[in-house]
């Protein structure tokens, strides 16, 4: 006998809130998708929830707790913005101190969570940050050099089209650097990094690309290859559309020729360079979008782990 299913409400109901609805929905085996929340009436968010039998409400966090099925949420996950993220933790946490949030916005009130990275240590936090859709693309990628050599410095580069990033997405843009730039050093082990997202408005719109430099001491490059392909297949597992573009590439910094790093400093050592390319599931926006798929797939990796430790507990 499977344990019931644990309830979850959706805070935003655009891009991300969305297409993490239908995932539940279609996906989820630990987790009941029970309300989408949004601020707009007429928002095609709480229309299509509406469609799908999901209760709604457009009065925001508050009408969430005024609704019957309050009680009985476990989790909620927040796809608005950091600074309303801040406003939402504090009110739903004095009316229900043990509430579980998962955290879309890159607010960072509660630990960075990449799953194939640390979300086992973190399964009994009541509030976990999905740092950024570059983030989780990348981050994986540092980590994996990490845990075989000494990594000085990582940069990334995220590009994604235009069309799929919506207001919520723009509004957060300085945020989306700093907690990306952050989370390369907690999560992904680099003693700096630095992240860049671009908007590209080409049409037809562009599917996401990550690029991933990182700079290590000397290590061997077949062991750095194999520990990031054996990453890559590590977030396949729940990013399908997640992807090597090409084969890892290598350049060696001699000791009398190094690399220098503006306000770090000379290094020699290894440049590891990863191309990578997320193609989404296309639940909500276009196949094209593959930052929303990485965000709203790891979010939903993370609770259904944690509704999975709660069950059996």
Known sequence: MNPAK????????GNIGTDL????LRNAKHLEMAVMVGIDPASDGLARAQRMGVATTHEGVEGLTRMDVFQHIDFVFD????????????????????????????????????????????????NVNMVTCGGQATIPMVAAVSRVAKVHYAEIVAS??????????RANIDEFTETTSKAIEVIGGAAKGKAIIVMNPAEPPLIMRDTVFVLSEAADQALVE???????????????????????QFDVIPADAPLNIPGLGKFSGLKTSVFLEVEGAAH??????????????????????????????
Do not use: W
Request: aromatic share 4%.
């Open 6 to 13: 644990l309830k979850v409400a959706i805070i935003g109901s």
């Open 21 to 24: 609805m239908i995932k539940i």
């Open 79 to 126: 796809a608005t913005s950091a600074g309303a993220h801040v406003q939402n933790d504090a009110f739903l946490r004095a009316i229900k101190p043990g509430i579980r949030l998962i955290d879309l916005t890159p607010a960072a009130i509660g630990p960075y969570c990449v799953p194939v990275v640390n979300l086992e240590q973190n399964l009994d936090q009541l």
């Open 160 to 169: 994604i089209a235009s069309k799929s990033a919506g207001p919520g997405t």
């Open 226 to 248: 194999a520990s990031i392909v054996e990453m890559a297949a590590a977030v396949q597992a729940y990013v399908p559309g997640y992807r090597l573009k090409q084969n890892v």
């Open 284 to 313: 909500y926006l276009p196949a094209y979008a593959g930052n929303l798929d990485i965000m709203t797939s790891a979010a939903l990796a993370t609770a259904e782990r944690m509704a999975q430790s709660m069950q059996q507990a």
